[in-house]
């Protein structure tokens, strides 16, 4: 198989906040890839755009030792690297004043495509938005790209999406959801739009039931403060769960561009039916021996954000009516590890006797992280004499193992959403009425919460959540997937 590799346009990339976690770890080591791999034209720049007072050589060293230190191919390939850091240099900027504007307006060119890569904390957002327009170097053509969290609740959402539309048109707003870069992501796209085998079954009448997980293994970490006002709901649910809710549940779209596959995921945030306290568990991860609470980490014995939520939610439409899906996410659980679930439902009618163990369902599993790949459970008979036994076995496709070295050259989420805002292709970037729908749904469920004043469940670190949300399905006879099955 031949991987290729299309070179994007030559542009002129501003990331503010160019000296920032985000940008060092993810943005700067993944453009490097991408230059690596043959994509970025040699005359494209890029500019780091940070409060702080920087040489173009300090900031060349500084993503120097980015690249050595996130860039997982090509880092030890020094001419590209040396090409690479021609490609940037540093202006200081400051988002709230006036300080560096005008140098960095001098610096932009007019033909080439412009983005602006708003790397910074949420506050800031509009600030870049309004210096952009006052110093007229944004321009009808020029895109931005804006970080999350995108607001807080359904209104400073609504407030947000205000501001950067004074400046902007919705066409030139890419709001940056990783999980939708991620290759599986995508590729469950093409599993149930490419193909015959699946849509047919895909609906109430042949999936008993889906489930979408989301497992970490760390605490909060030095991030406690930031994810003590945040919670699972707001930090994984509301925005990248949600996404991919809506790309396992939405109808086809005629076409797949932009505005087509966002108007459908858009109607399925539109459809989901508002949760009762019934129907969710929220859980923080206690300590033990050598390993900090939740408390001792965001420093606060009285807190009541979760850092674990199960939930059962439902779809009101005519595809999904009566097949529960199951999410849930959490910080220190037993095993890292993403993935969707779509369980079938068993045969109606088995010709093989009543043994309840010969009546299984069948079932994909998209798997997002670790070993991104699909895994189809089947039932078969079991190999041998001994009569008509049947077991699973799984049809299981690992990318790394199906692409062999091509798998190298798949660009990680963060490379992916960076080359489409060049190409200016919306399809993987949120609506702004799509995070409106996504508050709308998630702020009655947070309110409910805050005003019942409820205590999360504690659950062990190294387990799989309290025990309540494993009841969620028991009550149900269902039960979670064992994420390391
Ligand atoms: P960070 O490490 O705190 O970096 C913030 C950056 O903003 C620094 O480069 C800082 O530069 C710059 N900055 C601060 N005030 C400024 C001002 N007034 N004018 C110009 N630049 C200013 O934050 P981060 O972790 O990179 O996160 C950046 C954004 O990405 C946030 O919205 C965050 O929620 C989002 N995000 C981060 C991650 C992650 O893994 N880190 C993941 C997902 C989303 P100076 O120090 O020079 O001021």
Same mark, same amino acid.
């Given at each position: 198989?031949?991987?290729?590799?299309?070179?994007?346009?030559?542009?002129?990339?501003?990331?503010?906040?160019?000296?920032?976690?985000?940008?060092?770890?993810?943005?700067?080591?993944?453009?490097?890839?991408?230059?690596?791999?043959?994509?970025?034209?040699?005359?494209?720049?890029?500019?780091?755009?940070?409060?702080?007072?920087?040489?173009?050589?300090?900031?060349?060293?500084?993503?120097?030792?980015?690249?050595?230190?996130?860039?997982?191919?090509?880092?030890?390939?020094?001419?590209?690297?040396?090409?690479?850091?021609?490609?940037?240099?540093?202006?200081?900027?400051?988002?709230?004043?006036?300080?560096?504007?005008?140098?960095?307006?001098?610096?932009?060119?007019?033909?080439?495509?412009?983005?602006?890569?708003?790397?910074?904390?949420?506050?800031?957002?509009?600030?870049?938005?309004?210096?952009?327009?006052?110093?007229?170097?944004?321009?009808?053509?020029?895109?931005?790209?804006?970080?999350?969290?995108?607001?807080?609740?359904?209104?400073?959402?609504?407030?947000?999406?205000?501001?950067?539309?004074?400046?902007?048109?919705?066409?030139?707003?890419?709001?940056?959801?990783?999980?939708?870069?991620?290759?599986?992501?995508?590729?469950?796209?093409?599993?149930?739009?490419?193909?015959?085998?699946?849509?047919?079954?895909?609906?109430?009448?042949?999936?008993?039931?889906?489930?979408?997980?989301?497992?970490?293994?760390?605490?909060?970490?030095?991030?406690?403060?930031?994810?003590?006002?945040?919670?699972?709901?707001?930090?994984?649910?509301?925005?990248?769960?949600?996404?991919?809710?809506?790309?396992?549940?939405?109808?086809?779209?005629?076409?797949?561009?932009?505005?087509?596959?966002?108007?459908?995921?858009?109607?399925?945030?539109?459809?989901?039916?508002?949760?009762?306290?019934?129907?969710?568990?929220?859980?923080?991860?206690?300590?033990?021996?050598?390993?900090?609470?939740?408390?001792?980490?965001?420093?606060?014995? *009285?807190?009541?954000?979760?850092?674990?939520?199960?939930?059962?939610?439902?779809?009101?439409?005519?595809?999904?009516?009566?097949?529960?899906?199951?999410? *849930?996410?959490?910080?220190?659980?037993?095993?890292?590890?993403?993935?969707?679930?779509?369980?079938?439902?068993?045969?109606?009618?088995?010709?093989?006797?009543?043994?309840?163990?010969?009546?299984?369902?069948?079932?994909?599993?998209?798997?997002?992280?670790?070993?991104?790949?699909?895994?189809?459970?089947?039932?078969?008979?079991?190999?041998?004499?001994?009569?008509?036994?049947?077991?699973?076995?799984?049809?299981?496709?690992?990318?790394?193992?199906?692409?062999?070295?091509?798998?190298?050259?798949?660009?990680?989420?963060?490379? *992916?959403?960076?080359?489409?805002?060049?190409?200016?292709?919306?399809?993987?970037?949120?609506?702004?009425?799509?995070?409106?729908?996504?508050?709308?749904?998630?702020?009655?469920?947070?309110?409910?919460?805050?005003?019942?004043?409820?205590?999360?469940?504690?659950?062990?670190?190294?387990?799989?959540?309290?025990?309540?949300?494993?009841?969620?399905?028991?009550?149900?006879?269902?039960?979670?997937?064992?994420?390391?099955?």
């Amino acid at each position: 198989m031949v991987s290729r590799v299309i070179p994007v346009d030559p542009f002129d990339l501003v990331i503010f906040g160019g000296t920032g976690d985000l940008a060092r770890r993810k943005i700067l080591p993944g453009l490097y890839r991408r230059y690596w791999a043959g994509q970025l034209p040699d005359d494209s720049r890029i500019v780091g755009a940070s409060r702080r007072e920087m040489t173009d050589d300090e900031f060349r060293q500084f993503v120097r030792e980015a690249i050595e230190e996130f860039a997982i191919e090509g880092k030890d390939d020094a001419p590209k690297i040396d090409g690479f850091l021609k490609l940037l240099s540093y202006n200081a900027v400051d988002a709230t004043g006036d300080q560096g504007w005008k140098e960095l307006a001098d610096k932009m060119r007019e033909d080439v495509v412009r983005a602006y890569y708003f790397s910074v904390g949420p506050s800031l957002f509009g600030h870049l938005a309004e210096h952009l327009h006052k110093y007229k170097i944004a321009g009808n053509h020029a895109r931005i790209v804006v970080e999350k969290p995108f607001g807080h609740d359904l209104k400073s959402a609504k407030d947000l999406n205000a501001t950067l539309r004074k400046y902007f048109a919705e066409e030139q707003i890419y709001r940056i959801d990783h999980y939708l870069g991620k290759e599986t992501v995508q590729n469950l796209m093409a599993v149930r739009f490419g193909n015959v085998l699946f849509e047919p079954l895909w609906n109430a009448l042949y999936v008993d039931h889906i489930q979408i997980t989301v497992a970490e293994t760390v605490g909060v970490g030095g991030r406690g403060t930031y994810y003590d006002k945040s919670g699972a709901m707001r930090d994984m649910v509301q925005n990248h769960m949600m996404q991919l809710l809506c790309l396992i549940a939405m109808e086809p779209p005629h076409h797949f561009e932009p505005d087509a596959v966002r108007d459908e995921k858009l109607k399925v945030i539109r459809a989901l039916d508002p949760v009762g306290p019934q129907d969710i568990v929220r859980g923080q991860y206690s300590g033990a021996e050598g390993i900090d609470s939740y408390f001792t980490d965001v420093e606060d014995e *009285r807190s009541t954000t979760e850092s674990f939520i199960a939930m059962k939610l439902h779809i009101s439409n005519w595809r999904w009516k009566g097949t529960p899906i199951y999410v *849930r996410t959490g910080k220190r659980l037993k095993t890292r590890a993403s993935e969707i679930a779509v369980v079938f439902k068993h045969p109606p009618h088995s010709i093989f006797g009543e043994n309840p163990n010969d009546r299984r369902g069948n079932v994909l599993v998209i798997r997002l992280q670790p070993n991104e790949g699909m895994n189809l459970r089947v039932t078969i008979k079991e190999p041998g004499p001994g009569g008509m036994r049947l077991i699973e076995v799984p049809l299981d496709m690992s990318f790394a193992e199906a692409l062999g070295p091509e798998a190298a050259d798949i660009p990680d989420a963060y490379e *992916r959403l960076i080359m489409d805002v060049i190409r200016g292709n919306q399809t993987l970037f949120m609506r702004g009425d799509e995070a409106e729908a996504a508050w709308a749904w998630a702020d009655p469920i947070i309110e409910s919460w805050e005003k019942a004043g409820d205590r999360p469940k504690l659950y062990d670190p190294g387990s799989a959540g309290p025990e309540e949300a494993l009841m969620l399905l028991y009550r149900e006879g269902r039960r979670w997937r064992d994420i390391r099955e």
